[in-house]
């Protein structure tokens, strides 16, 4: 059991860092629900529930998701679903079940940035950013890669395009974590396709911006040649799959992403 020498309850972002920076073995709570997997005596607890950062708030630019919004939540967004091809539906729906999406959050997901995430991989695909007290606004390949020090994530922005995207996965049995998934997303004429649960982090392999992209208007071979790119990722041996057996899948997950996000109708902003 996780238990909590102290609990405190701050009121905005800014006061949550502030305890994060002068305790050094401070944990801050999102939803909980993987903490409290953990057994061991923590001496502070910073719980955000009262930072007023449980809205998805959507502008014109895009939508503005609070950490502290629940996966449950962003999923039944309809205005977000609209906007991105119904992905984050696609990738949380086999996420352990209702109750439990409805407390998990999304700040908690792409903070921990967990090597099986399917959130990260379908939020790579997008136009999307991460907003901390501390490192302040950076994109979200460059946070996934290098993660962030002892700071507060605040915010996902997720800018607005007329996307297509889809996200795919196989798991070995209803509701475990996904062996392999991949995502793609087609935004500003190029594809961006994610491959996770490698089972390492997941990885961009088109899209970024020193990554060769795949143009919207893909010929066969070019298709092909993004699916080989799949075959020179690491992959690594876990209990749900081998590194062979993801080497020989990831293409395969990569192709039916592009084809089920191409047949889709490009989202409205
Ligand atoms: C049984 C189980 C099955 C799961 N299956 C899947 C799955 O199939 N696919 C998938 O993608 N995910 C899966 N997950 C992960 C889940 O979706 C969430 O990503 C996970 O629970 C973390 O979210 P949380 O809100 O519970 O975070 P917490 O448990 O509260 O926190 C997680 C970590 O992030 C830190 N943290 C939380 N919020 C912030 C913040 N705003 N700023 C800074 N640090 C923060 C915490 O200190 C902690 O280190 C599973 C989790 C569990 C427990």
Redesign the pocket.
Known sequence: MLTFEKYVCPTTPQEAYDLVRENRLA???????????ADRVAPLGID?SRCGLDQIEETEGGFRIG?MVT?GQLENHAGFAAATGGIFTEAVR???GTQFRN???V???V??R?G????VTALLVLDTEVELVGAGTMPLLPFVERGAGR????HVFVRKHHYRAAFASVRNAATD??ALNAAAGLWRGSWHVAVGARPKKAVLLTGGDELTPLRKNFSPAELDAVCDLAEDIDYGSDLRGTAEWRRAVAPVLIRRAIESASAKEVAAC
Do not use: Q, Y
Not at 28 to 33: A, E, N, Q, S
Not at 116 to 119: H, L
């Open positions: 944990t801050v709570i999102g939803g909980m629900m993987w903490l409290r997997l955000l950490a996966l086999d996420i352990v407390t998990a959050t700040g908690g997901s903070f921990a967990m099986f995430s399917d959130i700071d507060v994530l605040t974590f996904s």
